[in-house]
């Protein structure tokens, strides 16, 4: 499985490696890591997209909220459940403990060819710890105040879907990393997280309710960590930057940004002087 993870990424990088070489000269391995891992800018991009941007990852959510209420909506659960019992195509491989990873090594592998993301390889793994964080304490309260059974009969830890949620949470993460280079990015992380979602049911481990829930849960995760780390870092930077210049005396910060000049001129045998400020 590591072997199919690694030639995704190949493939991938190669392609990536020969658009950089059509485009732009030839970056290597070394200077790309030493721009990424050394670079650290004074501010990062904010999040640039509307509340609107929330309301889909919302409504899967309250999708999977609704299964426990809505008669219809479990029924559902079980006939999908059945037929994908009956009709059973997939491999008895968990290839998704694999699969839920995938955007995310995608991500980190074609920035070794010189694919940079949105941001620099400190912020982005920032942003994608805080996402993880606030998913793992999601996940971990839902789950167990839920109590809902597996299909398989395994526990009572199904609502929502982990494998699912994380794989979302990548998929997410790939997309606003990537996406400014090229829309498939994201379309190749969401490929791998559906699929992902997928194999659970087959493999009885979730009902179709835990899935939708749980992609609702991964993306709002990543979605929120982008629109919040951005305040925190920036807010600390200025914090510094403040710093700074307190140990500047009040009167040379009051005349920082203004100067004045005052210089003689000649021009057509007349002498003459010249004023001119700085504002």
Do not use: C
């Not at 060819?113 to 400190?122: C, E, I, M, R, S």
């Not at 105040?145 to 398989?152: A, D, F, G, I, M």
Request: overall charge positive.
């Amino acid at each position: 499985m590591k072997k199919i993870l690694y030639l995704f990424v190949l493939l991938f990088s190669l392609q990536a490696e020969a658009q950089v070489a059509t485009d732009t000269p030839k970056v290597s391995v070394v200077d790309t890591l030493k721009k990424d891992l050394l670079t650290v800018p004074d501010t990062v991009p904010h999040l640039r997209s509307k509340t609107a941007a929330l309301i889909p990852p919302a409504a899967l959510v309250g999708y999977g909220v609704l299964s426990f209420y809505v008669k219809p909506l479990r029924k559902l659960d079980r006939y999908v459940y059945n037929e994908a019992r009956d009709h059973n195509i997939i491999t008895n491989t968990t290839l998704e403990d694999y699969f839920q990873y995938a955007p995310i090594i995608i991500t980190y592998g074609v920035n070794l060819v010189g694919v940079h993301g949105k941001n620099t390889f400190l912020d982005r793994t920032l942003i994608y710890a805080m996402s993880q964080g606030m998913l793992q304490i999601a996940m971990r309260t839902l789950k167990r105040s839920t109590h809902r059974l597996r299909p398989n009969g395994a526990d009572r830890l199904s609502w929502p879907s982990g494998h699912t949620a994380n794989a979302f949470a990548g998929a997410e993460f790939m997309a606003q990393e990537l996406s400014g280079n090229s829309p498939y990015y994201g379309v190749v992380g969401y490929a791998f997280a559906t699929t992902t979602g997928v194999f659970r049911i087959y493999h009885q481990d979730h009902w179709l309710s835990d899935v939708i829930a749980g992609a609702g849960v991964g993306i709002l995760a990543t979605k929120g960590a982008y629109l919040l780390y951005p305040f925190i870092r920036n807010a600390l930077f200025k914090a510094k930057n403040d710093e700074k210049k307190s140990d500047v005396p009040t009167e040379l910060r009051k005349k920082k940004n203004r100067s004045a000049m005052l210089l003689p001129s000649y021009s057509t045998g007349t002498l003459g002087l010249q004023f001119s400020m700085e504002f």
